[in-house]
């Protein structure tokens, strides 16, 4: 059984740049979250797809985007990047939507916006 | 906005000693609060998770203590170990079709020998 993975692992971008983020989702599992993690913080819901389709988000402005793939991998796309978008972002997947289902978290992509 | 308050920032605990970490919600719609442990480099990984029809919960040298009438929770680790120095998350989820999980601001836990 493959684990969650992401893709790249660090990212160094200049202000107003767009940057995509990936996610491969562990073996079976439909559903994909994705969490802004600034340092010394917890992870901030972005948002959650399912089955391709957005089923949930988080205080986030629509310049945060993301697509889900039949394979349920899935990618988040940054426009216009600020600084305060340094992060780690994590993609976590699961089975189902019910909230008591465990997410696995990937290791996360470090962005470090300049 | 801040709906799951944690406490305390870090914490230092000799090894054998019991860890105790708090967090306390304000969102009545919260039914699944789970914890999570990271480790640097990694992503969080479930520890332990309880719903609040039961007071508390036991895993190993793990336990979630809940009080609902307050909105508090607390995770306890017993005889901690340096292989537990980690930061730990709660985090809340609410009822319903998507799983929204709110994270506290985390605890880094030190274990010294």
């Known amino acids: 059984e493959t684990g969650v993975t992401q893709s790249p692992t660090h990212l160094i971008k200049t202000r107003g740049q767009q940057v995509t983020l990936r996610c491969s989702s562990q073996s079976g599992h439909n559903t994909v979250s994705w969490y802004q993690q600034a340092l010394g913080q917890g992870p901030q819901f972005i948002f959650q797809?399912?089955?391709?389709?957005?089923?949930g988000r988080g205080n986030f402005p629509p310049r945060f985007s993301g697509l889900q793939f039949p394979n349920y991998s899935s990618e988040l796309n940054v426009n216009a990047l600020e600084l305060d978008d340094s992060a780690l972002y994590l993609c976590?997947?699961?089975?189902?939507?019910?909230?008591?289902?465990?997410?696995?978290f990937g290791p996360g992509t470090r962005l470090t916006v300049l | 906005q801040q709906q799951v308050k944690q406490s305390p920032q870090s914490l230092i605990v000799q090894k054998g000693g019991i860890s105790i970490i708090n967090c306390a919600y304000e969102n009545t719609a919260f039914d699944y609060f789970p914890w999570y442990q990271q480790f640097p480099g990694k992503g969080p990984a479930l520890l332990i998770a309880i719903r609040p029809d039961v007071s508390e919960k036991k895993e190993g040298r793990f336990t979630i203590s809940f009080n609902k009438s307050a909105k508090q929770f607390s995770l306890h680790i017993m005889d901690s170990q340096p292989g537990d120095s980690a930061t730990y998350f709660c985090a809340a989820v609410p009822a319903g079709g998507y799983q929204k999980v709110t994270f506290g601001t985390g605890t880094k836990l030190q274990v010294i020998p």
């Open positions: 976590a997947s699961s089975l189902g939507l019910a909230g008591f289902n465990e997410q696995f």
């Open positions: 797809y399912y089955r391709e389709e957005e089923n």
